[in-house]
């Protein structure tokens, strides 16, 4: 039985209702949240397209999103977390939802649940995809919450799976290395159906598995690859090739999601047609809120959430792509369940200075937690001090930093969030 509360009257009550439901934030498993589905009717009828990954699951959402919108298709994305609305998770025709829409979406999933407990996640995901069938879109983009095979959003029959990358996060929930981390996101893949890999290196777990269901698996560098251009990149699929200008979105990286995103494309052609001038629009248009976003210069404040070594190694490799004359000061915080060591080791090489605060969260690592990671992975005299929250550190950042500096915000969606909402800089489209 789920407590017994009012039911509110606003967004903000909402969130605060869903938030109460359920006594933890994640339980893994698909009975409880597949009941309300079913009492609720939801059975799309479009096509769903479903992201998993460890990293590149956001960057590659917001690509498939963009050339469907620019074929002229409705589509709906949902996504998560949210930085400063949440809002930013569910979105129709490239729009976030309306604040109105999403109390019905939240009202339709209450009077369905009945007596069943849903946790902050499940019910956001049968809101979204409610909201999607009231808003009769033509194709829906889920991107999983964590893991895969237990994760709401694979209660849905997908058209076309994706597993992005695979890398150790969530080690609590989804095993301690990459063969049982594979495996759990591998459980989107469906038989019969286009099962794309992004991983270079795909652990023997996930094609195991594709195999035993018979799943349509596609591997970059073996069935698919990317690879540059002097001017561009090219995406290669056996004796085709396909010419295009690089990506919006930064990074050698996205290459790779890109090319995920086009075999999508390419595996969704009979039911959703798109010719290469949308592709090209769509990748030259994407936007993602905090993926090496650039939002002021003189000096230069870029946000990234990159959280966990291998998303460190992007944001490094980024960073090294585009050298300044001065410094770079990074404002950062993660949460203590991270593998702070390993970003920071990643990291240090390309941090001049380091302004370190709590997010001030359960999960929060402290000040001083954060601080003596820091001391261990630079030199001695490295720069690194400590500050009460993390928009104290950005603003002595932007204090000490000259026009020739740039500040990295950086080690969480909750660090990013927190400089977001000082800037006011979130892309609502």
């Known amino acids: 039985m789920t407590p017994s509360l009012p039911i509110p009257a606003d967004l903000a009550g909402w969130l605060a ?7 933890a934030s994640i339980e ?6 597949d ?3 079913k009492h609720l009717n939801l059975d799309p009828a479009f096509p769903v397209i479903i992201v998993a990954g460890t990293n590149g699951k956001g960057s590659t959402c917001a690509m498939l999103e963009r050339v469907y919108h620019a074929a002229g298709y409705r589509v709906g994305c949902y996504t998560s977390p949210h930085f400063v609305r949440y809002s930013e998770r569910v979105r129709v025709g490239c729009q976030e939802i309306a604040d109105a829409d999403l109390i019905k979406a939240f009202d339709a999933v209450e009077a369905a649940r009945r007596d069943t407990s849903l946790t902050y996640f499940e019910f956001g995901t049968l809101a979204a995809v409610w909201h999607f069938t009231q808003a009769a879109v033509d194709v829906a983009i889920l991107e999983v919450g964590l893991g895969g095979r237990l994760d709401a959003v694979n209660v849905f029959t997908p058209a076309c799976t994706i597993v992005t990358s695979i890398d150790l996060d969530h080690m609590d929930f989804l095993g301690n290395d990459r063969e049982c981390i594979g495996r759990e996101k591998a459980g989107v893949f469906r038989t019969g159906i286009a099962a794309i890999c992004g991983d270079e290196h795909p652990p023997q777990s996930l094609k195991t598995y594709a195999k035993q269901i018979g799943a349509d698996l596609r591997c970059i560098g073996q069935d698919f690859a990317p690879s540059h251009l002097e001017d561009g990149w090219e995406y290669r699929v056996g004796a085709a090739s396909l010419s295009l200008p690089l990506p919006a979105l930064a990074g050698d990286f996205q290459l790779n999601n890109a090319a995920c995103v086009i075999n999508a494309l390419h ?6 047609p798109v010719n290469i001038a949308h592709i090209r629009q769509g990748l030259q248009e994407v936007t993602l809120n905090g993926r090496f976003q650039s939002c002021r210069t003189n000096p230069q404040v870029i946000l990234d959430v990159a959280h966990n070594p291998h998303a460190a190694v992007a944001l490094a490799e980024n960073l090294q792509q585009r ?3 001065g410094r770079t000061i990074a404002v950062f915080s993660m949460l203590a369940d991270k593998d702070i060591a390993g970003v920071v080791s990643v990291m240090a ?6 302004y370190v ?11 001083a937690q954060l601080l003596a990671f820091i001391a261990a992975a630079t030199k001695e005299n490295a720069q690194a001090c400590g500050y009460e929250n993390v928009i104290s550190a950005y603003r002595q950042a932007c204090i000490d930093a000259g026009e020739n500096d740039r500040i990295i915000v950086f080690g969480s969606f909750f660090t990013v969030a927190d400089v977001m909402g000082e800037l006011a800089v979130i892309h609502s489209d």
């Open 35 to 37: 009941l309300v589905r």
């Open 323 to 325: 050298p300044i004359a």
């Open 28 to 33: 893994m498993g698909l009975e409880r949240v």
């Open 267 to 272: 595996a969704m052609q009979s039911t959703l």
């Open 349 to 354: 090489p390309h941090i001049d200075a380091w």
């Open 17 to 23: 209702y869903i938030e109460a439901l359920h006594p």
């Open 357 to 367: 605060a709590s997010v001030g969260h359960l999960r929060g690592a402290t000040q």
